[in-house]
């Protein structure tokens, strides 16, 4: 099995800084992609930022200049570095991987169970 575990979530005052992580463990061929998306209450999941194992990212435009997402390919896991935080940034976090477990398997995306971000004073 793929496991995905983010930690670094919380309740933090408009302007602060958190920073959210997120390791994949298990069997693992390889990493294509990592990404972070997020889900407010009574909205869909949308996409924050994805970085590739060659280190393209990309941000979505409401986190652009605020967020930083960044990888550790040895360690499986991805960094999300929230500066500048605002009320409408409260939201699950989820991360994801497209990855392979094996060689000769399909490429498939799986998913961690979401940590809390809370932006509040």
């Known amino acids: 099995q793929v496991q995905l575990v983010e930690s670094g979530g919380g309740l933090v005052q408009p302007g602060g800084s958190l920073r959210l992580s997120c390791a994949a463990s298990?069997?693992?061929?390889?990493?294509?992609?990592m990404g972070w998306y997020r889900q407010a209450p009574g909205k869909q999941r949308e996409l924050v930022a994805t970085?590739?194992?060659?280190?393209?990212?990309n941000y979505s435009d409401s986190v652009k200049g605020r967020f930083t997402i960044s990888s550790d390919n040895a360690k499986n896991t991805v960094y999300l570095q929230m500066n500048s935080l605002k009320p409408e940034d409260t939201a699950v976090y989820y991360c994801?991987?497209?990855?392979?477990?094996?060689?000769?398997?399909?490429?498939?995306?799986?998913w961690g169970q979401g940590t809390q971000v809370t932006v509040s004073s």
């Open positions: 970085i590739t194992s060659g280190s393209t990212t």
């Open positions: 298990g069997t693992i061929f390889s990493i294509y992609a």
């Open positions: 994801n991987a497209d990855l392979r477990r094996w060689s000769y398997s399909p490429r498939r995306t799986y």
